[in-house]
Every structure is written in structure tokens, then in C-alpha cells.
């Protein structure tokens, strides 16, 4: 379920000149894409209650979602029930829901979206009491701002570790996306980048998320607390999507989707007490 093709965020591409050392924290792991699905969702004692009863997430077709929580069935869910429609940015929009027979991905429930407003959405809740987060994408910032911004991720990229052998070292990075929000003293930085390494027969991707973060209101060098990378080509290298943070009574958490040609897997990360974040809850929707 690929979503529509990503743009370079303001034309910026940054080089990976120098490879200075950049503090990392958590054990995050390289992903290399390949065929297959995953299995299809995490237990449900994994899932918190406070990002609501239901996730719901957009769908091919206008004012209709996806139900992707609960991992199965959709028997939580009322026949007509409020669903509040969430943006990054933290935007939110209300709207109804109606349950219907169809199913999406194998055994992912569809629902009807009514009253909803024109604008996009990327994640829908009901029963949520997590607070959600505001993020500021880079595209909003101030030219200048933005390209320091750009360039602060592609460094912190470029000193993250390469598998042995890999062609895409010292290529420059593009930041496709970006993202930036404060709480509680730190200021985070969620990120997506991309190298290409042109091919006449068959190009190839790398793609990286990086989430990275520092004191608020200070000058000091981001420091990554997360990441994952995927190569392959432009069809299978996966495309990596935030949809949604929330503040948790115990920690903030990330709704990101990660996109490939055949399936989609979503994801909520959460950050622990020690500042790495780690995946606490995932399902996989094979279409």
C-alpha cells in the first residue's frame, strides 16, 4: 500500500563530507528489504490503552479507513462511533465511523468515514486520552533554518554505522522528510532520508530513519537515539512514514508507517527511561 512518491524536503540535499563521530544510543538494527510479509501484528497486551480502542488508518478509497487496531476484528468497535481524525503536525479533525462488511489486506476491517473534514489525515482514534505531540515539519521552518536543519540530519546520517561492502557510502543524502518537536527539555528531530545510486538496468535505494535529539534551545550536536536503513531497489527499498506522536503518562510514542511495494507495517515506538526507543507494538498489512 505505497504511498504517493515522497519530494525532497525544499530541494535540500546535504553531503556526507565527513564522517564525525556522532553519539548513538539503543540497539538499533539495519533492515534490508526483502520480499515477504511480517507477521501480521503484535499481542494486544503490547498495545496501551491510552492511544485509544481503535487505530485506524487511511485507505485507498475516499472517506473510508482501515482498521488496524485491534489486530482482529473490529467487535470493539460500535456500529456508529466518534473517530478523531490526527495529522503530524498534531492537527485534528472529528468524524464518524461506520462499521461495514468489507475487509482490506486479508483481515483488516474497512469502516465508512462521515462529517470528516476535507483536509489529510494519517491516523484516527477513538478513546484515546494520550496527549498528542505537535511537530513542526522542516517545509514550515525559515529557508535558513531549514537548511541548517537539513544539514544537521544528513551529518548525523552520515556518521551512523555501514554494513561492510555496501556502494551507497559517501553518496550525499536528500531528507525527504522531517519533522522537530520539544518536551520536557529536549528537542527531538524524526527524520527520513535517501541516497540513490543511479543504474541503467536496475537503480537502487537506501533509505534511513533517524530519530535524534538534544537540549532545547541549545546549540550542541543531535545526538541519534534510533534508527533503521533499508536498501534495494526503488520498488523494495522501504519508505518510512511518521504519522503520529503522542504523550503517554510514562513516555511519548511514535506512530510510524513503514511502506513497501506489497505491504505496510505500522508501528509504535516508544521511548524508555534510558532515552533509546524501542518498537512496542507493530502489525503488518499485506496489500
Known amino acids: 500500500m505505497r ?75 460500535p456500529a456508529t462511533s466518534a473517530v478523531t481524525l490526527v495529522s503530524p503536525s498534531g492537527d485534528t479533525a472529528q468524524a464518524t465511523v461506520t462499521r461495514t462488511d468489507s475487509l482490506e489486506c486479508g483481515d483488516a476491517p474497512m469502516v465508512r468515514l462521515g462529517g470528516a473534514s476535507s483536509g489529510p489525515w494519517t491516523a484516527g482514534t477513538v478513546g484515546r486520552s494520550a496527549t498528542l505531540i505537535r511537530m513542526d515539519s522542516i517545509e514550515s521552518l525559515a529557508p535558513a533554518d531549514s537548511a541548517r536543519l537539513a544539514a544537521d540530519i544528513a551529518r548525523v546520517a552520515s556518521a551512523l554505522p555501514m554494513p561492510a561492502g555496501s556502494r551507497f557510502g559517501g553518496l550525499p543524502f536528500a531528507v525527504v522528510d522531517a519533522r522537530r518537536f520539544d518536551l520536557d527539555g529536549r528537542q527531538y528531530v524524526v527524520a527520513h532520508l535517501a541516497r540513490r545510486l543511479n543504474q541503467e538496468a536496475q537503480p537502487l535505494e537506501e533509505r534511513t530513519f533517524v530519530i535524534a535529539e538534544r537540549t532545547s534551545g541549545s546549540a550542541d550536536r543531535y545526538v541519534v537515539a534510533y534508527h533503521q536503513r533499508s536498501e534495494g531497489t526503488e520498488d523494495t527499498a522501504e519508505h518510512f512514514d511518521v504519522l503520529a506522536g503522542m504523550r503517554g503518562r510514562r513516555a511519548p510514542y511514535l506512530l510510524i508507517a513503514r511502506d513497501q511495494l506489497s505491504s505496510t507495517r505500522y508501528e509504535i515506538l516508544e521511548r524508555d527511561a534510558t532515552g533509546g526507543w524501542r518498537v512496542r507494538w507493530s502489525r503488518t498489512l499485506g496489500c
Open 3 to 77: 504511498l504517493p512518491a515522497l519530494i525532497v524536503v525544499a530541494g535540500v540535499v546535504a553531503a556526507a563530507c565527513g564522517r564525525d563521530a556522532v553519539p548513538s544510543r539503543g540497539d538499533s538494527r539495519r533492515d534490508t528489504a526483502a520480499p515477504g510479509i511480517a507477521p501480521a501484528a503484535s499481542k494486544a497486551v503490547d498495545w496501551d490503552a491510552e492511544l485509544g480502542g481503535v487505530l485506524l488508518v487511511p485507505s485507498d478509497s475516499d472517506n473510508s479507513a482501515i482498521v488496524v487496531f485491534p489486530a482482529q476484528g473490529d467487535e470493539t468497535l
